[in-house]
């Protein structure tokens, strides 16, 4: 075949010229931010493509970030806290937000924390707890994520062995896969949606992906949807709780947090996340709401367990903010003010969080527990829920549940007490 | 190590194709040696042990061999006994690595034994190895093969392009091309084998990949007793299916491609079987060098036989329309639905492979006999073609699809459930983002039953345009085999003589737009290797 040297020479430098196209388009765009390349308007400034990418991109945006302060938690975190709002005291700035998406687990806190002190100059910390997160007994395997091998150090402190394999294939998969090219491609074209998801290099998202489906599916459907999953949460939990006894899984790891902060000089703030009050019906009708007692007595004595300088602020309570209403099913216009659903609250109320946190005249809202403190805590809860939501003639705080709870106006009895 | 995957496509192939090459230009036997040693390498590359497994199999095989190619005609009865020591070695090989476990389980569960089941390392491609070396003595006591030597029989079982899935091949066919090959840099055969294997790579990381990530966790809901609505279940079946189609059919392109690069041709193994009007067409279609096996080694053997011993007894045989029903019961259902429980059985060590093995052959019992039946019905064949060639692609595109499902689920019982879902059984769904936007429509939906659910609209979207997409390739666009044809891709693979406008549109020349065309499609490929993934035929 006369034909073939040239079939093979044309092939092969038509190959080559356009794998250097898309390496180099991947660079220029840079879809995940892990080179760090300057964001150009109208090409590059918005990242909607690092939105399923969160941890790479943030490990990365991180070490460049040089933060006073960073955010650890996971996706509530991610949403609801600006690491640029003005609340922020002069002191705390520059804030990074390392909440990840998806970053479930005591264990990931203390991991992302131990990288933002590595990185330095580290000098305040604030950790959001989920309080889910303490109620499962499953732990992960022994096997190192990818994500693991990132991170400059192992968990005893020496130097991670697989980090620079894994920085390769970081770069590697940013530069030469289907997925960075698909990604890039669309980051330039959807630059001028104004409704583009976007990862700030702060860490901080815009919220799009809720403002987005709120949009397309109203209040309702998103509380609705998530009221379902958290059921089918809660039932997990409280099937990996039963039998339980003794302190509650992971507050080693809480235990940990505060000690590498102290020993790295980090001023530490831990946070039980907000919820919306949908979330904490659910946990108390489904009888979890011991468990919440327990974790709140038990993280207090933690705290001051290790010398009381660790504030530990509690947002979990039947307030203003997360027993406002959700729209009716029909109504697809109507926002609600503080939450997105019943596990991420908007930017607004994270404002005001971080306003009560470190800031002056805020709303009263949560609570620094101490030991001291905590049971009278547990007690105005239970009567705010009293009074916000048993009897209440308004209507009912869980949308619509495919499956029913029952009734839980009473006080649940514990399962086991806290020890 | 798998073809697609870096190591392979960008160090393991261009070494031994630049060392095949270069050896070649001085001695052909050097160049075959290195291909041989290539294709060992190739095997232990996953498991070194793999090859310590291999060697003595190989090495008794071809002592076997050896013995009933001199025995030969002198002492038939000898060669005889020969070849039954052999298949029985091979089949017993096979059944301890790849059926022992499940033998013992299934004792278990029947008769409540205490077999503790241990994990046996199941060596690579052991059952396409197992059947050709067996294809293989047959051959040579039929006299059918002769003249061979240790590194003819080592390149033949171990040729890597064929070694771990298929074709399977027989000696006859390769033998005579290993002997004159030139072993020298071809121009038309590596831009062929170019063609070919990035095309299936395409196949595989493209098409077959992203489908796997669709319906995986619709099997493991159903293996975990979750109802899925008939929505789910049927993208879970069609999804299934799509997915061992062009994983299959890529692997196949790859296989032929990469022999291609060293001068030799493999046989069909894969022929747009979605497109088949008939259960028999798709066999016929559907990994073609296992059915040839199966016909030549199993069903031919069993059918002569019964007809001798039915002839012995005076009973009638099989005779075209005017066959009685013992004699297509005992001659025609019996062979075959054996033979597909052979094929079942060959597939996994399991009941759901068994049963899907069955059920192929009950529905090739089914065809044989509409066969034996139609004319007497309908007695003008042509008219019948035209007219109900549809309805056959339909039915039989449902049966596969529908077979699939027990192919692919873990358990009967997930089977059953998703079988039930696909009629319907647990309602049909839409996710509720989908149905609050189709207005009316969506009233007229309830009305019939339809309900919403808090299932993902994207998800759902994603299926069916990959699904739709899919389908689209699969039943109207001309397949790789076609393309090339005036290449001879395979084995006979012949250009049509009057080609549709389509197949001419796809006809792959070795021109600069194809070198450019192809040269995407490479890239494409080779950049959604990220994730890596085997060929599902790997674990046969």
């Known amino acids: 075949m006369d034909n073939g040297h040239h079939f093979i020479r044309t092939w092969f430098v038509a190959l080559c010229a356009l794998a250097g196209l898309v390496v180099a388009l991947n660079l220029l765009v840079d879809p995940y931010d892990v080179f760090g390349t300057r964001r150009i308007a109208g090409l590059s400034l918005l ?9 790479l991109t943030k490990t990365y945006q991180e070490a460049r970030a040089h933060p006073v302060t960073v955010l650890i938690g996971s996706s509530s975190t991610h949403i609801g806290i600006d690491a640029a709002a003005p609340e922020w005291p002069g002191p705390m700035r520059p804030v990074y937000n390392y909440g990840i998406p998806g970053g479930a687990g005591v264990s990931m806190r203390l991991d992302t924390l131990r990288e933002a002190i590595f990185n330095g100059p580290l000098k305040n910390a604030v950790v959001f707890l989920d309080f889910q997160d303490f109620f499962s007994i499953n732990r992960p395997g022994d096997g190192r994520s990818e994500d693991d091998r990132r991170y ?49 290099p702060d860490g901080s998202s815009n919220e799009a992906d809720f403002s987005n489906a709120f949009r397309t599916d109203g209040m309702h459907d998103l509380f609705a949807q998530k009221d379902d999953y958290e059921v089918e ?29 102290r020993a790295n000089h980090v001023k530490l703030t831990l946070v039980l996340t907000p919820h919306h009050a949908d979330a904490l019906e659910i946990y108390w009708r489904m009888g979890l709401w011991p468990r919440i007692e327990q974790l709140k007595t038990e993280l207090a004595g933690l705290v001051a367990e290790q010398g009381g300088d660790v504030p530990l602020w509690d947002f979990l309570n039947y307030d203003a903010f997360n027993t406002e209403g959700v729209p009716a099913a029909e109504d697809r216009r109507t926002p609600t003010q503080w939450y997105w659903e019943p596990s991420h609250f908007k930017k607004q109320l994270g404002a005001i969080v971080i306003q009560r946190m470190f800031g002056t005249d805020a709303p009263r809202f949560g609570a620094v527990l101490t030991p001291e403190n905590v049971g009278a805590v547990n007690q105005l809860v239970r ?7 048993c009897g209440h003639e308004r209507p009912a705080l869980l949308t619509s549940l495919a499956r029913p709870l029952p009734d839980g106006c009473a006080m649940p009895a514990m399962a086991r007490g806290p020890t | 190590m798998l073809f697609n995957s870096y190591s392979f496509i960008f160090g393991f192939l261009p070494a031994v194709l630049i060392g095949f090459y270069v050896l070649g230009s001085r001695r052909r036997d050097w160049a075959l040696l290195w291909l041989t040693a290539a294709s060992l390498l190739f095997y232990a590359w996953w498991r070194p042990i793999n090859v310590l497994l291999i060697a003595p199999s190989i090495l008794i095989n071809y002592s076997l061999a050896r013995a009933l190619e001199q025995t030969g005609e002198a002492k038939p009865a000898f060669a005889r006994t020969i070849l039954i020591a052999g298949i029985v070695f091979n089949l017993c090989f096979l059944g301890y690595f790849k059926y022992l476990n499940f033998a013992e389980s299934a004792l278990n569960d029947a008769f409540g034994t205490g ?45 890597f392009p064929q070694l771990i899935a298929g074709p399977i091949v027989h000696y ?43 319906v995986a966790p619709l099997y493991a809901r159903a293996a975990a007793g979750g109802a899925q609505s008939m929505t789910e279940a049927w993208i879970a079946a069609l999804g299934f299916t799509l997915q061992i189609y062009f994983d299959f059919s890529g692997y196949s392109d790859m296989a032929l ?27 016929l279609r559907w990994h073609v060098s296992l059915t040839r096996f199966l016909t030549a080694y199993i069903y031919n053997p069993l059918t002569l036989n019964l007809t001798r011993k039915r002839l012995a007894a005076g009973k009638p045989i099989f005779g075209g329309r005017n066959t009685s029903v013992p004699a297509f019961l005992n001659l025609l259902a019996m062979p075959t639905i054996l033979t597909m429980l052979v094929s079942g059985i060959w597939h996994g060590a399991g009941y759901t492979y068994i049963l899907w093995g069955l059920l192929h052959g009950v529905l090739l019992c089914i065809n044989h006999a509409w066969r034996l039946i139609r004319p007497r019905i309908w007695p003008n064949a042509k008219v019948y073609s035209a007219r109900m060639a549809p309805v056959g692609f339909l039915l039989t595109f449902l049966s596969v699809v529908a077979a699939m499902v027990m192919f692919r689920a873990p358990t009967l019982s997930a089977t059953l459930m998703l079988w039930k879902g696909m009629v319907g059984a647990y309602g049909v769904t839409l996710p509720a983002a989908v149905f609050s936007r189709l207005g009316p429509i969506a009233g007229w939906l309830s009305a019939i039953g339809v309900q919403p659910a808090w299932t993902s609209g994207s998800l759902l979207l994603t299926a069916v345009v990959r699904i739709g997409c899919l389908l689209a390739i699969a039943l109207l666009m ?14 006979g693979v012949k250009p049509d003589r009057t080609p549709s406008r389509v197949a001419r549109l796809f006809t792959w020349a070795p021109d600069g737009a194809w070198a450019l065309g192809l040269a995407c499609i490479a890239l494409a490929g080779i950049l959604s290797l990220g994730q890596l993934s085997e060929f599902l035929y790997w674990q046969f």
């Open chain 1, 233 to 261: 949460r809660a039932e997990r939990l409280r099937r990996s709780m039963a039998g339980w006894q003794g302190a509650l899984p992971d507050l080693n790891v809480v235990r940990a947090i505060i000690a590498l902060a």
């Open chain 2, 115 to 159: 077999f503790v089941l241990t994990q046996l390392i199941l060596p690579l491609g052991i059952s396409f190895i197992t059947f050709q070396k067996i294809a293989f003595l047959v051959d040579v006591q039929a006299g059918r093969v002769s003249r061979f030597s240790l590194a003819d029989y080592g390149l033949f079982v171990l040729f």
């Open chain 2, 172 to 214: 006859r066919e390769m033998m005579p091309q290993f002997r004159a090959v030139p072993c020298r840099y071809d121009p038309e055969n590596v831009a062929v084998g170019i063609s070919l294997f990035f095309f299936g790579l395409a196949k595989k990381v493209i098409l077959a990949d992203p489908m796997s990530q669709l």
């Open chain 2, 257 to 283: 491609g990469l022999a291609r690069f060293f001068g030799i041709k493999l046989p069909v193994n894969f022929n747009s079987p979605l497109q088949a009007t008939s259960i028999i067409d798709f066999w």
């Open chain 1, 152 to 200: 400059h150090l192992l968990p005893d402190g020496r130097p991670n062995p697989d980090r620079a394999l894994q920085i390769a294939n970081d770069m590697f998969l940013s530069l030469a896969t289907m997925g960075s090219l698909v990604d890039s491609l669309k980051t330039i074209a959807l630059q001028r949606d104004p409704t583009l998801l976007n990862l700030a």
């Open chain 1, 383 to 389: 009567d705010h829920r009293q009074s916000r939501v």
């Open chain 2, 478 to 491: 001309p397949n790789t085999l076609r393309m090339l044809a005036a290449f001879e891709p395979a084995i």
């Open chain 1, 47 to 55: 990242k909607p493509g690092a939105k399923n990418h969160a941890l």
